[in-house]
Nanobody
Framework: QVQLVESGGGLVQPGGSLRLSCAASGSILRVSNMGWYRQAPGKQRELVAVIANDGTTHYAESMKGRFTISRDNAKNTVYLQMNALKPDDTAVYYC???????????????WGQGTQVTVSS
């Protein structure tokens, strides 16, 4: 059984920072891309950033320069450092990873349960 567990969400004032973490655990053979998505009330889930296992990154345009994605391959963990937060960043943030379980030949996407980020004064 593979699971992703997120942590680090919460309430922060505009202009503040938060760091999200997501650890993959269980019967994992390999992990490829890892990433973060978010979903605000009444809106569709959108990409925030993704990182390949060689460290290559891709960001949604509105997050460039404010958010930084990183990973620790030894710990199967991905991070999202969020700076200069705005009220529009308020959303549930979901971790995603493409994982090959040790009982499968194939990679498949896994999702975390989501962590709430609220930016408000």
């Amino acid at each position: 059984q593979v699971q992703l567990v997120e942590s680090g969400g919460g309430l922060v004032q505009p202009g503040g920072s938060l760091r999200l973490s997501c650890a993959a655990s269980g019967s994992i053979l390999r992990v490829s891309n890892m990433g973060w998505y978010r979903q605000a009330p009444g809106k569709q889930r959108e990409l925030v950033a993704v990182i390949a296992n060689d460290g290559t990154t891709h960001y949604a345009e509105s997050m460039k320069g404010r958010f930084t994605i990183s990973r620790d391959n030894a710990k199967n963990t991905v991070y999202l450092q969020m700076n200069a937060l705005k009220p529009d960043d308020t959303a549930v943030y979901y971790c995603n990873a493409n994982i090959r379980p040790d009982d499968s030949f194939y990679f498949r996407p896994y999702w975390g349960q989501g962590t709430q980020v609220t930016v408000s004064s």
